[in-house]
C-alpha cells in the first residue's frame, strides 16, 4: 500500500490559522483497511489481509461530502474499487434508520487508487459514522471563521463542542480539533481568557490521546493564549513543554528536516524568545534566537 506524509501547517502568532477543512477531515474515528477479491484485470492484483493507520486512508480522499451525525453511532464497511470509486457501502452495526443518509453521502467519496507494489488494488475500509463527522453547528462554526465572524463563529463552535462532549465515551482527535478551533475563534475574537480554557481541554485530550503531533499543538496554542491572558510564566513553561517534543522529533528522525518539523521548531522559538525580550530576559531570548536562526 502506498504511503504517505500526512501534512503539517503554518500557524499565524495571533490567530493560529490551521489548515481547517484538513482539520475537519483528518478528524474522524480509526479506519481499518483490508484488501478484498478484485474484479479480474490486468493491473488489478489480489493482496492478503492488511491493515492500514487512518492516516494512509485519509490521504487517499479526494472528496467526500459529510453524512450527517447519527446517535449514536454506526459502523459501515465501504468497498473502494481500484479507480477510487465507492461500490459498495453496507451498515455493520448500529441503527438502520440512522444509517441511510450516512450510507448515500459515503457512496458520493472518492480516492485516489490504493496500490501494492505498484498494482491497483480494490480495498474495504471499516468507519465509524458518530458525532465524529461535522455537524451543522461546526460547519456554521468553520464558515464564519473563514470570513472573520468571530462573534457567530464562537456561538456555533460553542454549540459542535458542547455536542461532542456531551456523547464522546472516550478522547477522540475530533473532540480535540473541535475545542482547538473554538479556541481559535475565541482569540481571533479577541478573549483570551476563555481561548486558554478551551485550549487547555484541548491539551487534556491530547495528554489522554498520547498523541505527539496533537500535543505539539495544544503546547502551543495554549502558550499563546496563557501569554495574551496575561500567565507569562505558564506560557513559557508550555512553549518550552513543544519545543521539547518537536527536539525530540527531529533527533528521532533525521527525515524529519524535509518536513515541517524543523521550522515548526523555529517558529515556537522565536515566539518563546519574544516573550522572554518582553520579561526583560535578554540572554535567554537571544539564545533561542540563535537556535531558530541555526534552524532555518
Known amino acids: 500500500m502506498s504511503k504517505t506524509h500526512s501534512s503539517r501547517s503554518k500557524y499565524a502568532f495571533l490567530c493560529l490559522l490551521l489548515p481547517l477543512i484538513a482539520t475537519a477531515t483528518q478528524a474522524r474515528e480509526q479506519f481499518n483497511t483490508q484488501a478484498l477479491p478484485p474484479s479480474p484485470s490486468k493491473s ?6 492488511m491493515t492500514v493507520p487512518s492516516s494512509v486512508a485519509f490521504s487517499h480522499m479526494i472528496s467526500h461530502d459529510d453524512p450527517p451525525s447519527a446517535s449514536p453511532s454506526v459502523k459501515l464497511a465501504v468497498t473502494i474499487d481500484p479507480g477510487g470509486t465507492v461500490s459498495r457501502v453496507s451498515l455493520i452495526q448500529g441503527d438502520p434508520a440512522s444509517a441511510s443518509a450516512a450510507q448515500q453521502a459515503v457512496h458520493t467519496w472518492r480516492y485516489k ?17 458518530p458525532f465524529s463527522m461535522r455537524d451543522a453547528n461546526q460547519n456554521d462554526c468553520l464558515a464564519a471563521y473563514e470570513v472573520r465572524q468571530y462573534s457567530s463563529a464562537a456561538a456555533a463552535c460553542k454549540d459542535a463542542a458542547a455536542a461532542i462532549d456531551e456523547v464522546a465515551t472516550k478522547p477522540s482527535e475530533e473532540q480535540f480539533r473541535i475545542h482547538d478551533l473554538y479556541g481559535q475563534v475565541l482569540l481571533a475574537d479577541q478573549d483570551p481568557p476563555n481561548a486558554l480554557g478551551q485550549f487547555k481541554k484541548g491539551l487534556a485530550l491530547a495528554r489522554r490521546l498520547k498523541n505527539r503531533g496533537l500535543l505539539t499543538i495544544a503546547y502551543r496554542h495554549t502558550a499563546t493564549a496563557s501569554d495574551l491572558a496575561g500567565f507569562s510564566s505558564d506560557a513559557l513553561k508550555y512553549y518550552g513543554s513543544a519545543e521539547l517534543i518537536l527536539r525530540e522529533d527531529l533527533d528521532e528522525s533525521p527525515e524529519a528536516r524535509q518536513d515541517m518539523s524543523d521550522r515548526t521548531l523555529a517558529h515556537v522559538l522565536r515566539q518563546h524568545a519574544a516573550l522572554l525580550s ?19
Do not use: N, Q
Open 44 to 49: 488489478v492484483i489480489e493482496t492478503a489481509l
Open 113 to 129: 487508487p490504493f496500490t501494492v507494489d505498484g498494482k491497483l488494488v480494490r480495498v474495504r475500509i471499516i468507519v465509524d459514522v
Open 278 to 296: 518582553r520579561l526583560g530576559r535578554a540572554h535567554e531570548a537571544e539564545r533561542l534566537k540563535h537556535e531558530a536562526a541555526s534552524i532555518d
